[in-house]
Each structure stands twice: as structure tokens, then as C-alpha cells.
């Protein structure tokens, strides 16, 4: 018989020796449903506060929720009252250093949340003002390492003023190259360099319109990186929808159609990553599944891994230490865990969890462990 001290001695001795293959890491997806009576939708984007609270945005029942670990808080729009959350629609969150939630919303302009007073204040898009938010419709929130506030919107970038409360416009103007691409922001990122990257296009919008844009803060003006049928090295497609730059250094873009780029910010030039059916291993979006699939997400785990969000075919997970791909999705026995078809928005939290939300209206707490040893 083999106890379990004598087994312990073969592991350590096969390890000292190097007869140990590898470890085997699972994968394990969490679901997280709700608490204390209240059940959560379809959750758009997620940030965690100061004190370490996690919020959503929760498109299904029209409002943000705080889940501190222990209970769920709602916060619903109330027409009655006007300091309760502005709009119906919440889009994007976006938490600050010094305890303000933002919240922008899909046709109700932009919130800000001061959570110890519990007191909002709403900026709606003004004809009549030239100072107000350009458009109703808001994408992203960004605060920079400069403690900037950019806000995206279907009516182009705006940077935020928080002491006169007004907004400064980047709109796309089709007399200007040095202007952004396109009005309609689907991505703001800000890379280790500080540099403002934006993404534009709407993958539904029946046009070529989008890019992807480089912010001179210098200047206020951009450097456009759009589609070339011509060019190899350009963008496969104009819907930029996702930029993350991973612990390496390296920029990736995720856009429309079989479109993972990554990016030499040096010289401009984009290399892209096609899906190989013959090598499904390999870096790249998983196969195409809908004529609007286009890639939602590009993130890191704490182990170093990129994980891949797709809107119409799950996730996949890029190892670059053993350079190997895993998919996972409703009919993937990668894991019997992740029961949906998509990816809409991940977020890395505190003590490196990976947070990740569905169109499916599932939200994932992802558990990295590894889970046995294999000889």
C-alpha cells in the first residue's frame, strides 16, 4: 500500500529528478446569480471602488448594483426623484480614487456617483451648450494617470472638466485626418507609455466607418490606423471594439470579423492573427460564428494568460509560455462550467480575480487552480 507520506516522497522525487511533465491547471467558472433577494441581468461592465466593492451595471434591471462580498445594492432610476440614478439604461462604470462612481448610459447621458453622500449628479447633452456632454449615448469612462476624465460617446470623445463641470469635444471632423476616425467610441485604453488609445465603429452599423485612434495630448490631435485592402499590416476591419496592452508590453486590438491585431507602436505597423481551422490551438479569435461576431474583450489573468471575448463564440484562453489556445463555450468540454455562446466584458479585480459577464446574462467569477500533476 501507498501512503500518503510515500507518495508525497515519489512526487518530491520526481520533481528533484525531472520526471515531472506538467501541471494541469482548470479552469473554474464561477456563476454568480445574486444575494439577499436580488438576482442579477445582463451586466455590461463592471468596476471595483476603493474599499474593494465590486459594481455592475445591470442593463436587465435598468440599474447599478454594489456587491461588497456579503450583500447586493441596488440603485434604480426613480422619475420622481432626482437624485436617484439618472437613466434606465447604465452602459459603462467607471470607479475613481476618491470614492465617485461613474455611470454612463445608453441614451441618458453620464452619472456621478458620490457613494458617501449616496447623492448623483446627472450631465445630459444640451443643444443649447456648447459646454455640455456631446451626445446622450456613453460608451466608456477613462480617467488617465493625469487624473483626466474622458468620456466616450456616439457623438464623439469628450474630456471632462471637473471643476467648471463642462466638456471639452474630439469629434470627427471629414475635412481633418488629424481628427478622430469615427464619432461612435467603442474603446478607450491608456497604455504604460500614458498614450490614449480610441476605438471607434459600430459593428451593426451598416458602413466601413471606425478605426482606431492615437491621442497626441501635445497637440489634441490623432493618428488614425484604419483598414487598407492594400496594406497586410493594417486593420482586417474598421469595428474597433477592444485594446489591451498585456504584462509584456504588447499592444493588442480586437475589431470585427477575424480581427486580433497586436500592434508595433514604433513604427504603426499592425500585425494580424488569423484563425487557423487546421491549428484552432493557436493565437486568435475563435472561429466566426454570426455576420456581426466581432472580438468584445482582450484582458490578462494573473497567471499571464490573454483571454479572448467574442460575441458570437465564447472565450478563448492564449497561454504564451506553452504557446497553446483552449476555447471555451457552451459545447466545449474544456470546461462544463461556462455554459454560454459569448463574451461581453471582463474585469480583473482585486487579488487577481477575472470577472466576466454574457450577453447570456451570466456573470462568471473565473478561479485559477491548479488542480493535479501529471507524469
Same mark, same amino acid.
Given at each position: 500500500?501507498?501512503?500518503?507520506?510515500?507518495?508525497?516522497? /515519489?512526487?518530491?522525487?520526481?520533481?528533484?529528478?525531472?520526471? /515531472?511533465?506538467?501541471?494541469?491547471?482548470?479552469?473554474?467558472?464561477?456563476?454568480?446569480? *445574486?444575494?439577499?433577494?436580488?438576482?442579477?441581468? @445582463?451586466?455590461?461592465?463592471?468596476?471595483?471602488?476603493?474599499?474593494?466593492?465590486?459594481?455592475?451595471?445591470?442593463?436587465?434591471?435598468?440599474?447599478?448594483?454594489?456587491?461588497?462580498? #456579503?450583500?447586493?445594492?441596488?440603485?434604480?432610476? =426613480?422619475? @420622481?426623484?432626482?437624485?436617484?440614478?439618472?437613466?434606465?439604461?447604465?452602459?459603462?462604470?467607471?470607479?475613481?480614487?476618491?470614492?465617485?462612481?461613474?455611470?454612463?448610459?445608453?441614451?441618458? *447621458?453620464?452619472?456621478?456617483?458620490?457613494?458617501?453622500?449616496?447623492?448623483?449628479?446627472?450631465?445630459?447633452?444640451?443643444?443649447? $451648450?456648447?459646454?455640455?456632454?456631446?451626445?446622450?449615448?456613453?460608451?466608456?469612462?477613462?480617467?488617465?494617470?493625469?487624473?483626466?476624465?474622458?468620456?466616450?460617446?456616439?457623438?464623439?470623445?469628450?474630456?471632462?472638466?471637473?471643476?467648471?463641470?463642462?466638456?471639452?469635444?474630439?469629434?470627427? $471632423?471629414?475635412?481633418?485626418?488629424?481628427?478622430?476616425?469615427?464619432?461612435?467610441?467603442?474603446?478607450?485604453?491608456? $497604455?504604460?507609455?500614458?498614450?490614449?488609445?480610441?476605438?471607434?465603429?459600430?459593428?451593426?452599423?451598416?458602413?466601413?466607418?471606425? *478605426?482606431?485612434?492615437?491621442?497626441?495630448?501635445?497637440?489634441?490631435?490623432?493618428?488614425?490606423?484604419?483598414?487598407?485592402?492594400?496594406?497586410?499590416?493594417?486593420?482586417?476591419?474598421?469595428?474597433?471594439?477592444? /485594446?489591451?496592452?498585456?504584462?509584456?508590453?504588447?499592444?493588442? /486590438? *480586437?475589431?470585427?470579423?477575424?480581427?486580433?491585431?497586436?500592434?508595433?507602436?514604433?513604427?504603426?505597423?499592425?500585425?494580424?492573427?488569423?484563425?487557423?481551422?487546421?491549428?484552432?490551438?493557436?493565437?486568435?479569435?475563435?472561429?466566426?460564428?454570426?455576420?456581426?461576431?466581432?472580438?468584445?474583450?482582450?484582458?490578462? =489573468?494573473?497567471?499571464?494568460?490573454?483571454?479572448?471575448?467574442?460575441?458570437? #463564440?465564447?472565450?478563448?484562453?492564449?497561454?504564451?509560455?506553452?504557446?497553446?489556445?483552449?476555447?471555451?463555450?457552451?459545447?466545449?468540454?474544456?470546461?462544463?462550467?461556462?455554459?454560454?455562446?459569448?463574451?461581453?466584458?471582463?474585469?480583473?479585480?482585486?487579488?487577481?480575480?477575472?470577472?466576466?459577464?454574457?450577453?447570456?446574462?451570466?456573470?462568471? @467569477?473565473?478561479?485559477?487552480?491548479?488542480? @493535479?500533476?501529471?507524469?
Amino acid at each position: 500500500m501507498v501512503t500518503n507520506l510515500s507518495r508525497h516522497f /515519489i512526487i518530491f522525487f520526481l520533481f528533484v529528478t525531472g520526471y /515531472i511533465a506538467a501541471q494541469t491547471q482548470e479552469i473554474k467558472f464561477n456563476l454568480v446569480n *445574486g444575494m439577499n433577494g436580488i438576482f442579477l441581468g @445582463k451586466i455590461n461592465s463592471i468596476t471595483q471602488d476603493k474599499d474593494g466593492a465590486m459594481w455592475f451595471s445591470d442593463q436587465t434591471n435598468r440599474c447599478i448594483t454594489q456587491y461588497d462580498g #456579503n450583500k447586493m445594492t441596488r440603485y434604480l432610476h =426613480d422619475p @420622481k426623484n432626482p437624485n436617484s440614478l439618472g437613466g434606465y439604461y447604465p452602459e459603462c462604470l467607471y470607479a475613481d480614487t476618491s470614492g465617485i462612481i461613474w455611470v454612463g448610459f445608453y441614451g441618458f *447621458g453620464l452619472d456621478r456617483f458620490k457613494t458617501s453622500t449616496k447623492s448623483f449628479t446627472h450631465f445630459r447633452h444640451d443643444p443649447e $451648450d456648447s459646454t455640455s456632454i456631446s451626445n446622450d449615448t456613453v460608451s466608456n469612462i477613462l480617467i488617465d494617470h493625469q487624473k483626466n476624465i474622458w468620456i466616450g460617446t456616439h457623438g464623439g470623445l469628450n474630456l471632462f472638466d471637473p471643476v467648471t463641470g463642462t466638456f471639452k469635444h474630439f469629434v470627427h $471632423d471629414p475635412t481633418d485626418l488629424n481628427s478622430l476616425s469615427d464619432n461612435k467610441i467603442r474603446a478607450l485604453y491608456e $497604455d504604460h507609455e500614458g498614450i490614449i488609445w480610441v476605438g471607434a465603429g459600430m459593428p451593426w452599423d451598416q458602413n466601413d466607418n471606425g *478605426g482606431l485612434n492615437r491621442f497626441d495630448r501635445k497637440n489634441g490631435t490623432f493618428t488614425r490606423y484604419v483598414h487598407d485592402p492594400n496594406n497586410q499590416n493594417s486593420l482586417i476591419n474598421n469595428k474597433v471594439r477592444a /485594446i489591451f496592452e498585456d504584462s509584456k508590453g504588447t499592444l493588442w /486590438i *480586437g475589431t470585427m470579423g477575424d480581427g486580433l491585431h497586436s500592434m508595433d507602436r514604433s513604427t504603426g505597423t499592425i500585425t494580424r492573427h488569423p484563425y487557423d481551422p487546421y491549428h484552432p490551438e493557436r493565437l486568435s479569435r475563435p472561429s466566426l460564428k454570426s455576420e456581426y461576431d466581432h472580438i468584445t474583450f482582450i484582458t490578462e =489573468d494573473a497567471e499571464k494568460c490573454l483571454w479572448i471575448g467574442t460575441y458570437s #463564440n465564447g472565450l478563448l484562453r492564449y497561454n504564451p509560455e506553452t504557446q497553446k489556445a483552449i476555447h471555451y463555450n457552451n459545447k466545449n468540454s474544456a470546461s462544463l462550467d461556462f455554459k454560454d455562446e459569448s463574451g461581453w466584458a471582463a474585469y480583473t479585480s482585486t487579488g487577481g480575480w477575472l470577472w466576466i459577464t454574457t450577453q447570456e446574462a451570466n456573470l462568471y @467569477k473565473v478561479d485559477l487552480s491548479i488542480s @493535479k500533476v501529471d507524469f
